[in-house]
């Protein structure tokens, strides 16, 4: 399976664990404090990491791009306590606005972290995702408030960390490693608060932070893989689907319905992410031809085309 594809099918996979991972924080952040979810759920995937290093052979937890796994570990940490604030203060789909900005705070820092600058079309594309974002503000602009903060903070956080996971995975493999380091972090940071906000927990309560714990694992797992296969500026557009799933959950789970304005707008940014796809796809099929040509003596009038590192 190409590249541009498989990569793609991962990035959906992914949000669908993430949606599910979301759903279960919006249910939790209304009785326990974000230490208590937070250290349990990165304890057990922290075990589960390990376990499946250990007894699959599928992966290693060492890591030799220790100063950007630090930075990544610590922008989770954040990352993951602001989206828990924004889950408890901001209806669940309300949040999707700001993960709709992530695909603009992903091409801005592309460049300079990733050398990875979106071509023109992309820009088109980046921009119509913008124009759709803006239709799901609730209230307009004016209507922000706390939560909007904590929430834009976790997409900035949030984007930032998967961009030090494409510059680790450029120069090697360890999807597992990739789990574990951060999750480890963010097991020590909430462990440390833990003692001071723990609330006893009923079985079910257990079974949902089990669950938590093991959509985040999986979805951690397969983006760690997707951002070795696209660039960033294409895998986060297509993370916007995520909100398909965030309005199903929040419409079965709390009630809550989308407008007509965060339809046409989500509508709009997952048109953006598909077209980044198929460009990106087309850009690799001329690249690939092109190698070809001059790989067989011919001159290609194929124009000058961007070379992306070998993945």
Known sequence: MKATTLGALLVIVYTGMMA???????????????????????????????????TTGCGTL?????????????????????????????PFADVFLFIGLMPLIAAAMSGPMLGESPRPLAWVALSIGACGVFFLIPGGVSGAQAGHAWAFLA???????????????????????????????????????????????????????????????????????????????VATPLMNLQFVWMVAIGMVAFNEFPGTGTILGVMLVIASGLWLVVEESLVRRKLALQNASEQSGASPSLGKARIYPAE
């Open 155 to 233: 997409a900035l956080t949030g984007t930032a960390s998967m961009l030090l996971a494409r510059v680790i995975a450029k120069v090697e493999r360890a999807p597992l490693a990739q789990v574990f380091w951060p999750n480890l972090a963010l097991m020590v940071a909430m462990g440390v608060a833990l003692p001071f906000v723990w609330r006893p927990m009923t079985l079910v309560d257990a079974g949902w932070i089990m669950g938590y714990a093991v959509f985040l694992f999986g979805a951690r797992y397969v983006v760690a893989e997707a951002l070795r296969l696209l660039p960033a500026y």
């Open 62 to 90: 060492k890591i030799s791009s220790i100063k950007a796994m630090v930075a990544r570990s610590a922008l989770t940490v954040i990352a993951s306590l602001a989206f828990f604030k924004a889950f408890l203060l901001l």
């Open 20 to 54: 599910a991972a979301d759903g279960i924080t919006k249910f939790i952040a209304g009785g326990y404090e974000a230490p208590q979810l937070f250290a349990l759920s990165s304890a057990l995937v922290v075990l589960m990491a390990a376990g499946a290093a250990r």
